[in-house]
């Protein structure tokens, strides 16, 4: 099975900061790495697919990055909405295997 | 409007059994694979088990070891998961969720791009 380790597991942050997330397989999954986010009490909500296609109605401050085994999210100016936790999933082999998730609070 | 929506959650004591329902609409249900997603209370998401279109392909999570059947009645544009002997580490909301992709196969794919909203599965004495 591919391992998914992402970085950090938390982090706190202020509205209109910057921050990035890290995704790291434990082997290749070229561009089959889907980012989500969820909030608490809901379903998980895809975000970008294959790495860096921003789903429709995501906002732009979304970003991804990355091929092979390192991946980033960027969110380029946090809004309160934004405040969640992040998964990475690789879709490259089976299992679908996501990372343990960045919880991100407000400081 | 795409709409997934789980049944059959409930308490159960270890050793049991319980079948998940999932009804969709709002798609081609035959185009699109379909997939279980759990999580624990407090923990991350876990890829339970896929589901091919057709209903051919069939994947499921080792951790399961054979315990949990996955299938699709297209006729009704329903998804289940059979659960037997339940542990309780089973324990999870449990979310269908719809497998965006190049093909029904449910592989190589786009991510989950649809959720339901989960139904509670607690296995325990």
């Known amino acids: 099975d591919i391992q998914m380790t992402q970085s950090p597991s938390s982090l706190s942050a202020s509205v209109g900061d910057r921050v990035t997330i890290t995704c790291r397989a434990s082997?290749?999954?070229?561009?089959?790495l889907n980012w989500y986010q969820q909030k608490p009490g809901k379903a998980p909500k895809l975000l970008i697919y294959?790495?860096?296609v921003l789903r429709s109605g995501v906002p732009s401050r979304f970003t991804g990055s990355g091929s092979g085994t390192d991946f980033t999210l960027t969110i380029s100016s946090l809004q309160p909405e934004d405040f969640a936790t992040y998964y990475c999933q690789q879709t490259y082999s089976i299992p679908d295997t996501f990372g343990q998730g960045t919880r991100l609070e407000i400081k | 409007e795409v709409q997934l929506l789980e049944s059959g959650g409930g308490l159960v004591q270890p050793g049991g059994s319980l079948r998940l329902s999932c009804a969709a609409s709002g798609f081609s249900f035959t185009d699109f694979a379909l997939t279980w997603v759990r999580q624990a209370p407090g923990k991350g998401l876990e890829w339970v088990s896929s589901i091919s279109g057709s209903g051919a392909g069939r994947y499921y999570s080792d951790s399961l070891k054979g315990r949990f059947v996955i299938s699709r009645d297209n006729s009704k544009d329903l998804l289940y998961l059979q659960m037997n002997s339940l542990r309780p580490e089973d324990t999870a909301l449990y979310f269908c969720?719809?497998?965006?992709?190049?093909?029904?196969?449910?592989?190589?794919?786009?991510?989950?791009?649809?959720w339901g909203q989960g139904t509670l599965v607690t296995v325990s004495s």
């Open positions: 082997q290749s999954v070229y561009s089959y």
């Open positions: 294959t790495s860096s």
């Open positions: 969720a719809k497998v965006d992709g190049p093909d029904s196969s449910g592989l190589y794919s786009l991510g989950y791009d649809f």
